[in-house]
């Protein structure tokens, strides 16, 4: 057996890609708005020696989209095909860490599937996105549709980190970017167009379970002041702000993250 092992799951017409590795209780990892561009099965080394900490003590799934992404998709709709995954693996609960547009599905997820979901993390997400956090993502679809894959690498990451990761960051993507670049910008179209349109204002107030939300105190994409926000709608919900960095804080203060949602998930938080 090697580092991970890979699944398939085929529903609406589209295949979701997953990985799994570790012992305990099963957590449900969903990706951001990046998965467009490269799914779980295409980034599953980095994604296991990103989350093997967690793996100490769960069962870590990592799952994409469905492959093609079905037409007029919504984070609503993608919940409910993360519910079917879900349901196919064969646990009775999962907890769940929804990063970025992964943590909009996992709103819905929440909230419309609550005998599935245990406990919820929401890192670097809001109920909705801000002007500023539209802007940028149009910004970035407009780059996909004129095929500048360059353009939409170097912009995500400076838009993601901090200096002088994101520059250092830009230059080795730049390196590697013919490797990277997708076969066609489709998935990421249509995954953009859902974290335009998401709302889970009216989800917030039906998620019943332990949910942590996390925040990048100068994220220019999901604005931590939504993000506060929504914690306190949260009927059982939980704040923690992570000072000093932007939307890629589960990077840049990698180990702190991990800790935070590590304490959190087995009761020290």
């Known amino acids: 057996m090697g580092l991970y092992e890979k699944g398939r799951f085929v529903q609406n017409g589209g295949q979701m890609e997953y990985i799994f590795f570790g012992q305990g209780d ?4 969903i990706p951001g708005l990046g998965d467009g561009l490269a799914s779980v099965g295409k ?10 900490s967690y793996a100490r003590k769960a069962r870590i799934i990592s799952a994409s989209r469905p492959d093609p992404v079905p037409e007029n998709s919504t984070t609503k709709t993608m919940a409910r095909e993360y519910a079917a995954l879900m349901k196919n693996l064969g646990y009775k609960t999962f907890n769940v860490l929804g990063i970025s547009m992964g943590g909009m599905i ?6 419309d599937f609550p005998d599935r979901v245990e406990k919820t993390v929401f890192a670097v997400t809001v109920p909705e996105l801000d002007q ?15 095929n500048d894959f ?6 995500t990451t400076l ?7 994101a520059s250092r960051y830009a230059r080795l993507g730049l390196l590697g970017a013919r490797f990277l670049k997708p076969r ?19 989800s917030l107030d039906k998620i019943q379970c332990p949910t942590l939300v996390i925040s990048g105190e100068k994220d220019q994409i999901t604005s931590p002041e939504l993000g506060l926000e929504l914690s306190k709608i949260l009927p059982r919900g939980d704040f923690f702000l992570l000072e000093g960095v932007g939307h890629g804080g589960f990077e840049e203060r990698k180990k702190d993250f991990s800790n935070i949602i590590g304490d959190f998930l087995n009761d020290k938080r």
């Open 159 to 165: 838009k993601t980190f901090q200096e002088p990761k």
């Open 106 to 111: 996992a709103q819905h997820l929440a909230a």
């Open 43 to 52: 980034s599953a080394l980095q994604l296991y020696f990103y989350y093997r």
């Open 132 to 146: 500023k956090g539209k802007e940028i993502i149009s910004g970035w679809m407009e780059m996909a549709s004129n």
């Open 26 to 29: 099963p957590l449900l990892i």
């Open 184 to 202: 066609d910008f489709s998935n990421f179209l249509a995954q953009a167009q859902a974290c335009l349109e998401h709302n889970g204002w009216d």
């Open 150 to 155: 360059k353009s939409l690498l170097i912009d």
